[in-house]
Each structure stands twice: as structure tokens, then as C-alpha cells.
């Protein structure tokens, strides 16, 4: 990065840690914050979507949508959330070489799994083995991206149906009198008066997916995590910088940078509760509307 | 191995008795059941000392959130807000690195009858330093529930305790303490099964699994691994956590019971699980 850094066994002082914390090494570590930002931002909109498919199937006319959104929305009650981000990754990577190895290598015809193992064809692998390397960690974000959004879906989906039940039945009543289609009532009354209902569940799911995304070092994904550790460890004389055991430090930096995404949500948040809040006939609007 | 030289060899193997290595070539379905059962123990014994000590500090801590002196309010405010705003994961890690760079030092801790010497090694292994940290973390979310709790209480209340000469810790522990407790409780449920959840990371975070003695969660993934088949130890796990969870909602139901026995039917809140997972 500088010139000076040309040989790091002179350096001393603050020109060493300049050079230290510039290296390419610790770049990734800094690219990784980008990749945890990532996920957040690709993971919140498809957890809203999949919140609202949920509670829509827990409101349907028809019966079996009705049962299929209620075991979606109950999946996460009782079971941690650990246990699907490690499944639900490995189980849709099975599932997918399974239908690819049935479909592109009918002429094999023993089974997959054999004993203690899972044997596909080599056509059938997700991805290829000769595919390069960052096609396998893109496959592996996506698969982490699906395994959060199905979770924190189910959760959005209570949320949602709750506050799509909490909006005053006169409200939409008034609507219907009006004149207004189930469509225009939806669009016009029922959605925007939800928001002031589901915004307390949803800061809160948003404060959990920070906070879950960490455990993409479970799933074997070079995160934070894994650089802080990586980095972290003692280096003996034979690296470049060497240091002893700093791995607490990092993970202190990491610590500081979750508490200040959590912090800046928590301002934003309170923002966007007294903008949905703004017209409407609620305590909280009134107490907007003097201007605090 | 009958299923039940399995049960002898492995229902207390996450303790370290029985059979000292792991299943390793065809695994069968009754192995995998008695050995992640095996690692439920571990789970039930950091939720259970966790919650159980966490509630007092929480207790503690919502009455100094609600002081009026600084001094008392702003360490708590500080201690809530960095437990609450960090991840768990995480915590778990720098607890642990933190751990590691103490000095080992040992402590003579008479008893009496015996001396047990107190290492600071031990806060490296699981069942003391991930512990900790699981107190900590129960603490900082179980005292923002009571303090919102705190604060609702009725000030007709207060004012009646006043009337009949009650000030200080007796008004505290008659009047607001069973107040508090009751408005906290359907909150305070769901703390205790998240937290319970939550303790399905301590072997993923850092602390190592001595002997490979871990949690039900840490055996499930030693089978996804071994068998290549996830499609078995998960919905295990998933089975003994739904049980646990719903035993947790009884015994929290029935204490919910015993705090508004004095309320007439209908104004009695109920235990109502909101999955609001806060971590």
C-alpha cells in the first residue's frame, strides 16, 4: 500500500500498524464487512416478500393454502434457527444434485446414497468441479441467502398476518361503503394502515438478521468471522508482521462494528415510526404531530 | 448393538460416561436418537443455571435502569445496550479469546469439609465461560423486559403502599416486585425459550467440545457429517427441542397461573408464545 512498506522489519510504532492494517490480507477482512452488508440488504426485501406470501396463505379462502402458510409460519416456533441455517444449505444443495443426477445421468443405477455416503455423477455436481473458484463461494452466499430468508420469512409472516389483523375492522368497513373494490381497500386502506402495526416486529427482525449474520461462518463462507480468527491468530516471526495472540482484539472490533449497525438501525427505525405514523388517528401520530 | 446397549453405551455420553468413541461407520437411527438425546443435557443445563441466575442480575439491573441516579442508571443502560446490540455468536468468541489470555491462576475456595481449587482455565472450558456469557446475554434481555414491566406498574399502586407507611425494599418486594413479575411474564417466557435456542451455539462459537462431549445440536452435525444424510439427526433435534419447548410454555404457563391468581378470570393474562426471536 505505502512505500515505506517495502520492508515491514524496520518499521516501528504507528508506521507499522499503517502498514499492518493495510496489507492485502487485511483488505479481505475489510471486503468481508461489505459481503455481511450484502446479505442484509439482498436478504431483507426477499424476507419481506416471503412474509407477505406467508401471512396471504394464512388469511386464504382455500383450506390447504390456509395449512400450508400455518406450518410455515409455526416451522420456527419450536425449533432453533441454528438447526435450519445448518439444514436447510446442505439439504437444497442434496436435493438439487439429486433431481440433477436423476435427470442428467439416468444410466446410473445405484442408489445415492450408499452406505455413509452421497454419490452423484460428476455432470451432476452443484457446482461443477471445474467450475473456478468464486463461482463455488457465490453458490455457497446463495445458498446462505435462501437458508436466512426461509427463516426470517416465517417470522415476517407472523408479524405481517398480525398487523394485517390489527388494522380497525370499521377502517376497512368505511372503505367498502365508499364504494372501493377488496383490491382498492387493500391498496388504499388496509396496507398503509398496517405499517404502523408491523413496524415494532419488523425493527426487530431487521435488529435478529444483523445479529444473525454471523453464523455465515457456519456455513463455511469466508466472513468476518473467519478473518477475524484468520488474522487474528499469533504470527510467529516467520510472517511478515509477526504478533501474538490478537484474535480478542479483532473480535472487539467486531463487536463495535455489530453495536454501531444496531445503533444507527435503532435512529433509523424511530424515524420510520414517526413518518408511518404521520395521519393517522393513533396516540403515537398526535404525539409525532407536536413536533418532538 | 441392541437399541438398548446403545441407550447403556451412549445416554450419558455427553457427560463422559459410557463408551468413549463416537459411532463411526453404519450409524443406525437408534444411535443417533439416544446420542443427540444425550446432548439435550447440555442444553437444559445452560438454559436452566442461565435463566436461573440471569433472573436475579435482571432484576437488579431493570431497578438501576430506573434509578434516578446516574451512577446506578448509565452502567446498566451501557451493560443492556452492549448485550443487546451485539450478536451472541459473537460475544461468545471474544468471551472466549478474552478467556484465554488470563493468567492461569488457581483459587482456594474452602467449603468446610472440602477445599475446591478454582482455576481460570476453567472459564476456557464450556460449562463455565459459555455460561457466563449466556448469563450476561439472558441478563441484558430478560432486565429490558422487566424494565418496561417496571415501568408499568400502576401508580395507584405505589401511592396505596405509600398510604399504608410502605417505602423502600418492602414496598419494593410486596408491591412492585409482584406486579412487575406478572406484567413481565408472557415476555419473560419467551426470553427463556429463545435463550434455550440459543444455547445450541456454545459448541459452534469458539468453545471446544472437550472429548467431544457437546450439545444436541454439535451431534447432529457430527451425523449430517458422518452419514452425509441431513435428512435424519436434524428433524431429531428438531423433535426434542418442540417437546422441550412446549414443556417450557407449561411450567412458565403454571407460574403465570400463580401470579394472577389474585386477578378475576378474565383479567388474567395469558402465556401467549409470540415467536419474537431476540438474540
Known amino acids: ?102 435427470v442428467l445421468c439416468p444410466e446410473v443405477t445405484e442408489p445415492v446414497y450408499r452406505g455413509n455416503d452421497f454419490v452423484v455423477c460428476a455432470a451432476a455436481k452443484l457446482p461443477l468441479s471445474s467450475a473456478p ?28 398476518d398480525g398487523a394485517l389483523s390489527a388494522v380497525p375492522r370499521a377502517q376497512l368497513e368505511t372503505a367498502r361503503a365508499y364504494g372501493m373494490t377488496e383490491r382498492q381497500t387493500f391498496r388504499r386502506i388496509h396496507l398503509p394502515q398496517m405499517w404502523v402495526y408491523a413496524l415494532p416486529g419488523l425493527s426487530n427482525l431487521w435488529m435478529i438478521l444483523i445479529k444473525a449474520t ?17 488474522l487474528g491468530g499469533s504470527k510467529t516471526s516467520f510472517f511478515e508482521y509477526p504478533h501474538p495472540d490478537w484474535r480478542v482484539w479483532y473480535f472487539l472490533a467486531l463487536l463495535a462494528f455489530y453495536l454501531l449497525l444496531t445503533w444507527l438501525s435503532e435512529k433509523g427505525f424511530a424515524w420510520l415510526n414517526v413518518r408511518v405514523r404521520r395521519g393517522q388517528a393513533t396516540i403515537g401520530a398526535e404525539v409525532a404531530g407536536v413536533g418532538r | 448393538m441392541s437399541c438398548a446397549e446403545t441407550f447403556q453405551a451412549y445416554a450419558l455420553r ?17 444411535e443417533q436418537v439416544v446420542l443427540i438425546g444425550s446432548g439435550v443435557a447440555w442444553n437444559l443445563y445452560f438454559a436452566v443455571l442461565a435463566v436461573f441466575f440471569g433472573f436475579f442480575f435482571a432484576t437488579a439491573l431493570a431497578v438501576a435502569r430506573n434509578s434516578a ?35 492461569r491462576v488457581g483459587f482456594d475456595i474452602p467449603l468446610g469439609f472440602a477445599t475446591v481449587t478454582a482455576t481460570t482455565s476453567w472459564l476456557t472450558k464450556a460449562w463455565l465461560g459459555a455460561l457466563i456469557v449466556l448469563f450476561l446475554n439472558t441478563s441484558a434481555y430478560s432486565a429490558e423486559i422487566f424494565y418496561g414491566a417496571l415501568r408499568s406498574v400502576p401508580k395507584g399502586d405505589l401511592e396505596a403502599a405509600e398510604a399504608f407507611g410502605m417505602s423502600g425494599f418492602s414496598r419494593f418486594r410486596r408491591i412492585i416486585w409482584p406486579t412487575l413479575l406478572r406484567l413481565a411474564w408472557p415476555s419473560y417466557t419467551n426470553e427463556a425459550i429463545f435463550l434455550f435456542h440459543a444455547t445450541t451455539l456454545v459448541f459452534f462459537s469458539g468453545f471446544p ?67 419474537e426471536l431476540k438474540r
Open chain 1, 1 to 102: 500500500m505505502f512505500e515505506m512498506c517495502a520492508d515491514p522489519k524496520v518499521l516501528a510504532g504507528l508506521d507499522w500498524f499503517a502498514c499492518y492494517l493495510t496489507t492485502p490480507k487485511h483488505f479481505q477482512f475489510y471486503f468481508s464487512f461489505l459481503v455481511v452488508l450484502t446479505l442484509i440488504f439482498i436478504t431483507a426485501p426477499i424476507v419481506l416478500a416471503l412474509g407477505f406470501l406467508g401471512a396471504f396463505a394464512r388469511r386464504a379462502a382455500f383450506a390447504p393454502l390456509r395449512l400450508v402458510g400455518h406450518a410455515y409460519t409455526s416451522m420456527v416456533r419450536g425449533v432453533p434457527d441454528i438447526v435450519f441455517f445448518l439444514f436447510v444449505p446442505i439439504a437444497l444443495d442434496q436435493a438439487l444434485e439429486y433431481v440433477r443426477h436423476r
Open chain 1, 133 to 160: 473458484q468464486w463461482i463455488h463461494e457465490v453458490y455457497g452466499f446463495v445458498l446462505a441467502i435462501i437458508a436466512f430468508s426461509v427463516v426470517f420469512g416465517a417470522f415476517a409472516a407472523n408479524t405481517i
Open chain 1, 214 to 230: 454471523p453464523l455465515l461462518f457456519l456455513l463455511g463462507i469466508t466472513d468476518i468471522v473467519y478473518w477475524a480468527r484468520e
Open chain 2, 14 to 30: 455427553s457427560f463422559g460416561f459410557g463408551e468413549r468413541a463416537l459411532p463411526k461407520t453404519g450409524i443406525s437411527l437408534c
Open chain 2, 69 to 103: 441516579d446516574p451512577w446506578l442508571r448509565k452502567p446498566a443502560e451501557m451493560f443492556v445496550f452492549v448485550f443487546r446490540g451485539s450478536p451472541l455468536f459473537i460475544q461468545f468468541f471474544f468471551a472466549y479469546e478474552a478467556f484465554v489470555l488470563l493468567p
Open chain 2, 209 to 275: 467440545a472437550w472429548r467431544q462431549e457437546g450439545d444436541a445440536l454439535y451431534y447432529a452435525s457430527y451425523f449430517a457429517e458422518k452419514t452425509f444424510n441431513p435428512f435424519v439427526p436434524y428433524p431429531i433435534v428438531a423433535i426434542y427441542f418442540i417437546i422441550a419447548t412446549v414443556a417450557i410454555i407449561a411450567l412458565f404457563g403454571a407460574i403465570n397461573g400463580r401470579l394472577n391468581r389474585h386477578l378475576a378470570p378474565e383479567a388474567r393474562s395469558r402465556v401467549v408464545y409470540r415467536p
